[in-house]
């Protein structure tokens, strides 16, 4: 049956027969009725029987067919979910007694070729999906539990679908686009509690979804209904009951930080019902989170050898042994408050008329006040380490989300035409600010602080007390260095500071982002030679980035490993004559791209026996700088789809399948506010025997002089002091394709038992063409291209290439119990990972560092770091009537997966640490597998057939589980270029960019994170 649904709604369709010829009823009225419906759906079936009822919101229905002068025929309990077609045939005798037949609704989309999941509210309520401490774990966002998609895993923005990297999804909002315009993350992580259903499309779907080379993670919000509902609940996750967390053990590391989870927890309520019946609509509903860290650090001195100084090891870790100081523990929180509100309304004007009216409204508020930070790109603490002071590390962030949308719907009387035009409005704003309230580019307080890194390691390392005093209660002499009594020279750093920060707070940013959008489409189903769903829209997009950034002071200093000078790391500015600087307290940019798209599709249902899905859709993007003018161009964005699929049982209870499709990536505004409107950076040498940036007297006097400044250029060089980069718009090449990839999925699916399917597929996804910056002259100059294509066709290709076969199972909440687990076995291997670098955390868009330098490319292709052999996930739920109203509900969820690869890094002159490869990637050793079993039991009391109360306990990790997650992969601190094709066995041999033997990091191959604790979370609702 053909197929062409809105993503937040369902189609139900089928064919009436009769039992004794075989032959569909032509001129049988189908009747739609249900809780989420205004009023009723109504179609006559065609000649062969045939009847389709699109536009109709995921939940549980009845279907009454009439029929002359026969009996009606009923059907309940029919479960719709979101973007799925489901197929109900009937059979009817002309004269038959009036039947009541309650069914479980077929679980195979016969007419879909799309792989993924859908979650109802069902399987979000009851089984333990999203860990707490994750993103989005506090208000269980909507993108944490799309990683229980087959194929699906965690990443470190969000939630990665068939090997892509989670800004690369598109996410949608009840089919309202929320991606962050800047960096394409989820840009609304709206709770869970306000959903009806969220519908994940992981590939092989149709031309209407487009601008993703990821998945489709759409959200679909509750709505009202003639009934009065809703609920009250509150969530709370003690960090009293936490498991022993691992600390990772370091060398050099003077301050031991170790994070405890205070408390995490959600309340709030919502309420949907009438205005007018089956005509007004309401629902709202408002939401509070609250996550708190304690973030504990206490100071550590080695342990040393009194009469020769020598550090003692410990003969197992190799690691110095370390004695913990008295006195020097200090407690500061890390915490963040988010509120949710969100408003929609639903009206039938007319028949077949629908407007619908959504609302939201989200602002989160972390840090300042003597607090840290979570980072809302990742949700955790903003400080992992605490190798610094609190005003150097600490920020005060903000992030607000907005939306707005109107939706129109219309359906013709005979169900034949569907059209829908949506009005949409996304806004966001986000803010990394000094703790101490000071504004970006003022020069007033830490903003007007410049940040420095200290990192020397040669000849000695600097003291912790170089730059902190004490704790108070710690003893005045514990830190004081060990002197050999004979050579006052000979001397060992007891509390060695290997890397420190101080000063000001480094990067800052205001960035105001808007997303209009525009789009219409419309849907025909026509008779001839089976059964045609022409489909077709088109859609207009507006995107907007307004930011300001900068560095506090203007700079960050950078200590050179011997210490003999200091660096301008980053700072923004230009040259406006031989050795003339002009520095740049910030920049500011305004940005804007439109896209403008449409779509074809058909989708044919050939004698009603194989489904043939056809179509086609093109996008044109231009983006333009903060002058104004256009900047990048990507037009010709053709997207051909094409898929097969037939049911061998030609009644809805099996699919064989296969499609291909090729997706083409929307690039994100960052690009356009950085390459597309210059960045100009300048740098210059300091000496540090006379210049101490730490010092505010000496970096507002000495550091400016000529005597503090170091010679970098040649004699003949008109500049020899300072150096530029960076300093106007990135050139384009004029030739340069849209970021795009091509996939294959083929597949098949069972039902195996009601309600209940089994299924099987293939992906086969790569990179067809990728976006990135490059450098021909080391970081001088920059231009934009395809590599390995254009004018970098001396670059090598970018390349991705994902392999996986999924053997699923999922059966949907019915008969008191639901189950869906998955095994994947894949394949990821490639030289990008995606629109972000794993290695160093780096988010940004088509302009990472994967390509930038000729002198980092060589040994980049190997398993990325998804690249996760194994992976097997089983969510499962039932409950236990107790009888009298009392009910026992119990749910549960296995995960298990090997591990991911490790690289061999070192650090960069120009890019910093873990840019260069040393040896080719993945050649580190694998991380271990890790396991994780979480449980739900719970106790509904039934007060009313409508009026409950649950109480619930969820266990996450419940065997405290403290797998190794994550290493520390840098081989090395020291400036190095990559060995091309080099081994293990080189890297002894290896020298450091000026010739000299490079350090190796004492903490290389050693854990620096280990799976999240044992939590409890507690919750009650009541439900009416």
Not at 377 to 403: I, K, N
Not at 528 to 555: C, N, P, V, W
Not at 987 to 1011: C, E, M, Y
Request: a negative charge.
């Amino acid at each position: 049956m053909p197929t062409a649904q809105a993503a937040n709604d369902a189609v139900l369709t089928g064919v009436i027969r009769n039992p004794e010829t075989g032959e569909g009823i032509e001129g049988a009225i189908v009747i739609i009725t249900g809780e989420k419906l205004q009023g009723e759906r109504t179609m006559t079936t065609d000649a062969t029987g045939f009847y389709r009822v699109p536009n109709l919101p995921p939940g549980t229905y009845e279907v009454t067919i009439k029929y002359l002068n026969s009996r009606d025929k009923h059907r309940k309990n029919i479960q719709l979910r979101a973007g799925t077609t489901t197929r109900v045939d009937f059979t009817l005798r002309l004269v038959e007694e009036e039947t009541v037949v309650i069914v479980t609704s077929p679980p195979v989309d016969t007419a879909s070729s799309s792989t993924g999941l859908a979650l109802d509210r069902e399987m979000l309520r009851r089984v333990p999906i999203a860990q707490p401490t994750g993103k989005g774990g506090a208000n269980r966002s909507f993108e944490s539990v799309a990683e229980a998609t087959p194929g699906a895993s965690s990443d470190l923005y969000g939630t990665s679908v068939a090997g892509t990297s989670s800004p690369e999804n598109k996410y949608y909002v009840d089919g309202l686009s929320v991606n962050d315009p800047g960096f394409g993350l989820n840009g609304t992580a709206l709770t869970v509690e306000f959903l009806e259903e969220v519908r994940v499309e992981a590939g092989g779907y149709m031309p209407e979804f487009g601008r993703a080379t990821g998945g489709i993670i759409n959200a679909v919000t509750k709505t009202g209904s003639n009934q009065f509902h809703g609920g009250v609940w509150l969530f709370y996750t003690p960090g009293g009951l936490e498991g022993y967390r691992k600390p990772p053990v370091r060398e050099g590391v003077t301050i031991q930080a170790e994070r405890q989870l205070l408390w995490l927890g959600d309340t709030g309520f919502d309420m949907g019902g009438r205005i007018v019946r089956d005509k007004l609509w309401f629902y709202g509903g408002v939401s509070v989170s609250h996550t708190s860290y304690d973030i504990k650090t206490t100071w550590n001195r080695r342990a040393l050898n009194e009469d020769t100084g020598e550090v003692r090891t410990d003969p197992t870790t190799g690691f110095s042994i370390t004695e913990r100081i008295p006195g020097t523990e200090v407690h500061r929180k890390a915490q963040g408050t988010t509120v949710q509100a969100l408003g929609k309304l639903t009206y039938t004007p007319a028949k077949n008329h629908t407007l619908e009216l959504l609302g939201i409204y989200a602002p989160t508020l972390s840090g300042g006040n003597g607090t840290y930070g979570l980072d809302a790109s990742t949700g955790s603490p903003e400080v992992s380490s605490v190798l610094g002071t609190y005003g150097t590390l600490a920020h005060r962030y903000r992030d607000d989300a907005t939306d707005l949308q109107l939706e129109w719907n219309v359906l013709a009387d005979d169900n034949r035409w569907d059209i829908t035009t949506i009005v949409g409005w996304h806004h966001q704003v986000n803010q990394s600010m000094p703790v101490d309230g000071s504004k970006l580019g003022t020069g007033e307080g830490l903003a007007g602080v410049p940040a420095t890194v200290y990192r020397r390691s040669s000849p000695e390392y600097h003291s912790v007390t170089d730059f902190v005093d004490l704790p108070p209660n710690a003893a005045d002499n514990a830190c004081d260095p060990w002197v050999d009594p004979v050579d006052a020279s000979n001397r060992t750093v007891t509390c060695p500071a290997t890397a420190f920060r101080v000063g000001g707070p480094g990067f800052l940013y205001d960035r105001r982002l808007n997303r209009l959008q525009v789009r219409s489409t419309a849907a025909r189903l026509l008779t001839g030679a089976g059964h045609h769903l022409i489909k077709f829209g088109i859609d207009f997009e507006y995107m907007q980035y307004d930011s300001e950034r900068g560095y506090s002071g203007t700079t960050i200093y950078r200590e050179s490993p011997n210490g003999a000078y200091f660096v301008d790391y980053r700072r923004y500015g230009y040259l406006t004559g031989p050795d003339e600087v002009q520095v740049l307290p910030s920049l500011q940019w305004s940005v804007f791209s439109t896209t403008i798209g449409g779509f074809v599709q058909d989708s044919w249902s050939i004698m009603d026996k194989v489904t043939l899905n056809a179509g086609l859709r093109y996008d044109a993007q231009q983006l333009f700088g903060g002058d104004g003018l256009l900047s990048l161009a990507l037009p010709n964005q053709v997207s051909p789809r094409l898929g097969l699929i037939w049911d061998p049982t030609q009644v809805g209870k099996a699919k064989i399948f296969a499609n291909y499709a090729r997706f083409y990536q929307s690039v994100p505004l960052n690009l356009a506010d950085r390459a597309g409107s210059g960045e100009p950076g300048v740098r210059r040498l300091y000496d540090a025997d006379l210049c101490n940036p730490a010092d505010p007297e000496s970096e507002a006097n000495v550091c400016q002089s000529d005597a503090s400044r170091l010679v970098v250029g040649g004699a003949a060089d008109p500049d020899r002091y300072w150096s530029a980069f960076g300093a106007g718009k990135t050139a384009i090449d004029p030739d340069l394709k849209p970021q795009s990839s091509d996939e294959i999925v083929a597949g098949g699916e069972y039902e195996i038992i009601p309600g209940g399917k089994i299924g099987l597929n293939y992906t086969h996804r790569w990179l067809s063409r990728v976006i990135e910056d490059m450098s021909r002259d080391e970081a001088t100059t920059y231009f934009i291209g395809n590599p390995g294509y254009g004018i970098a066709k001396d670059f090598p290709k970018g390349r991705r290439v994902y392999d996986a076969v999924i053997l699923y199972f999922d059966k949907r909440f019915a008969g008191n119990w639901m189950v869906s687990g998955s095994y994947t076995l894949a394949w990821l291997r490639g030289n990008i990972a995606g629109l972000f670098r794993p290695e160093t955390g780096q988010l940004d868009p088509n302009i990472n560092s994967d390509f930038d330098l000729i002198s980092l490319l060589a040994n980049r292709f190997g398993p990325l770091p998804g690249d996760r052999r194994h992976t097997l996930k089983v969510f499962g739920a039932g409950e236990i009537a107790l009888g009298q109203g009392h009910t026992l509900m119990l749910g549960g969820a296995f995960r298990a997966s090997s591990g991911g690869p490790t690289n061999v890094l070192g650090s960069h002159e120009l890019y910093g640490t873990g840019e260069a490869f040393l040896v080719p990637r993945g050649d580190g050793e694998r991380l271990p597998w890790v396991f994780r079993i979480d449980t739900n039991i719970g106790y509904r009391k039934y007060f009313t057939e409508h009026l409950t109360m649950d109480l619930t306990m969820d266990v996450f990790n419940v065997v405290n589980f403290q797998a190794v997650t994550g290493i520390d992969q840098n081989y090395t601190f020291s400036d190095v270029v990559p060995i091309p094709g080099g081994s293990l066995e080189d890297l002894d041999r290896h020298t450091d960019a000026g010739g000299d033997p490079i350090d190796r990091n004492p903490n290389f191959g050693k854990p620096t994170a280990f799976q999240s604790p044992r939590l409890f979370r507690f919750g009650v609702r009541l439900n009416f």
